[in-house]
């Protein structure tokens, strides 16, 4: 049960902050209306993508040096 709920907050984590900076990179561009939120959306999923991949990649990494 740990586990499931470390992933669910994992998800969360890296969801958010892919939203977060794309909101934020939307907007200081000056995106607004729905192109603004389609781009948000777009670029939130990639980051959020990334940071997990990222977070994944360093875990192995923690991992395999013990």
Do not use: E, Q, Y
Request: charged share 10%.
């Amino acid at each position: 049960m740990p586990s499931f709920i470390l992933r669910l907050l994992a998800i969360v984590v890296c969801g958010g902050g892919g939203a977060l900076i794309a909101w934020l990179i939307v907007s200081s561009l000056g995106g607004t209306g729905v192109g603004g939120g389609i781009a948000s959306a777009m670029i939130g999923m990639v980051l959020a993508v990334l940071f997990w991949v990222g977070g994944t990649a360093l875990i192995g990494a923690l991992k395999r040096d013990r």
